[in-house]
């Protein structure tokens, strides 16, 4: 008897996130996921939506996904995040990377950990105009690479917050991105930086 156990649909994000915003030339051929796919009957697969709509280039089975960068920069989006509120976060860096305000409702679970604060204030080390409510977040990326700016990102001991903020380490400007206590991960993803590691490299310059 063979029993599939599928992956993690909320770590998936963060490399379906990656695919959307890494560059294609001649050696890169987006990301492909295994362990999670079309079939999942995880709620945070619906992130993929999410990502096309932002415009991510998706492929996928059922038990596989393959994200290529599609429309760049990516499309701001307004998006009801009720259903994805874990996956969400990777939304907002991902906004970073987008034209136009990228606004995500519907996200009130966020500040019961104080995830709306959070995030505010690490977007807007990167240049980013930034506003907040009760339950909504609204992102403005910076205008141009060299509008782009850098910090030392707080993780406030929580792991989403970790894992999508190394996504901002792609950014266009070529600036560092330091993630203060990296070992937070280990809750849900102990090898993502490892993982992440993997399948990026770094420019000659």
Known sequence: VHIHVEWDASSASYFI????????????KGIKIIGVGSASIQGDIRFVEAAEAMGAS???GPNWLHIQRG????????LDCNHIPDAALTLAVMALYAQGTTRLTNIASWRVEARIAA????????????EEGADF??????ASPAQWTTG????????????????????????????????????TFPASFETLFAVSHARPD
């Open 58 to 60: 998706v492929t996928s």
């Open 119 to 130: 995030m505010a204030t690490e977007l807007r080390k990167f240049g980013a105009t930034v």
């Open 17 to 28: 996130a990656l695919g959307a915003i890494s560059s294609s030339d001649g050696n890169q």
């Open 71 to 78: 429309h760049w920069p990516l499309k701001a989006i307004t």
């Open 152 to 187: 030392s990102i707080h993780t406030y001991d929580d792991h989403r917050v970790a894992m999508c903020f190394s996504l901002a380490a792609f950014n266009p400007a070529g600036l560092p991105v330091r993630i203060e206590d990296p070992k937070c991960v280990a809750k």
């Open 137 to 142: 977040i609204a992102i403005t990326p910076p």
